[in-house]
T-cell receptor
């Protein structure tokens, strides 16, 4: 069935390092993917999205990579800052407005 | 300011109470959603509204009753809830297109006594 999962539940990095958060999905029909950031006491905040006709998309300090062959999605954060500490979720969509979310990865950035 | 505002931010209620959660969006979207977020679980989609019409009910118990009077407002009416209903309830909105991101409010933290 449809599922989105994360390889690592926690990730600790030093300030200034690059971070990579991974996500596996199982539905090969998924055609749209989103990364969200959720800070304590707040709702998920949209970071970046990618459609299945692309394999890479860049934003400000973030890059999302999509490998449809192995059904893998990753979020790269350059020069990670303490303010990047949060839970990161990937989500996939195969139909009208219905997102399936992974469990999330906790990113901790140490000064 | 997220563009999606939820009230109240925190709610404590007994199992016999009736209360309502409110969501308002100022993003011009026509699709609105209710999600439940429990500890150690992925976000669970509860309801979807498109142009004020409910298009999805994800097998949600009838003690949760949604209402969408217009495209900017969404309510979740609660009655005779159970302790396992304690969770963060998130509202989101988007353009009604499968390839558009959903934008979330900060949620209502609900505790059932």
């Amino acid at each position: 069935g449809e599922s989105v999962g994360l390889h690592l539940p926690t990730l600790s990095v030093q300030e200034g390092d690059n971070s990579i958060i991974n996500c596996a999905y199982s539905n090969s029909a998924s055609d749209y993917f989103i990364w969200y950031k959720q800070e304590s006491g707040k709702g998920p905040q949209f970071i970046i999205d990618i459609r299945s006709n692309m394999d890479k998309r860049q934003g400000q300090r973030v890059t999302v990579l999509l490998n449809k062959t192995v059904k893998h999605l990753s979020l790269q954060i350059a020069a990670t800052q303490p303010g990047d500490s949060a839970v990161y979720f990937c989500a996939e969509s195969t139909s009208y407005g219905k997102l399936t979310f992974g469990q999330g990865t906790i990113l901790t950035v140490h000064p | 300011e997220t563009g999606v505002t939820q009230t109240p931010r925190h709610l404590v209620m007994g199992m016999t109470n009736k209360k309502s959660l409110k969501c308002e969006q100022h993003l011009g979207h026509n699709a609105m959603y209710w999600y439940k977020q429990s500890a150690k679980k992925p976000l669970e989609l509860m309801f979807v509204y498109n142009f004020k019409e409910q298009t999805e009910n994800n097998s949600v118990p009838s003690r949760f009753s949604p209402e969408c009077p217009n495209s900017s407002h969404l309510f979740l009416h609660l009655h005779t809830l159970q302790p396992e209903d304690s969770a963060l309830y998130l509202c989101a909105s988007s353009h009604p297109d499968s390839n558009q991101p959903q934008h979330f409010g900060d949620g209502t933290r609900l505790s059932i006594l």
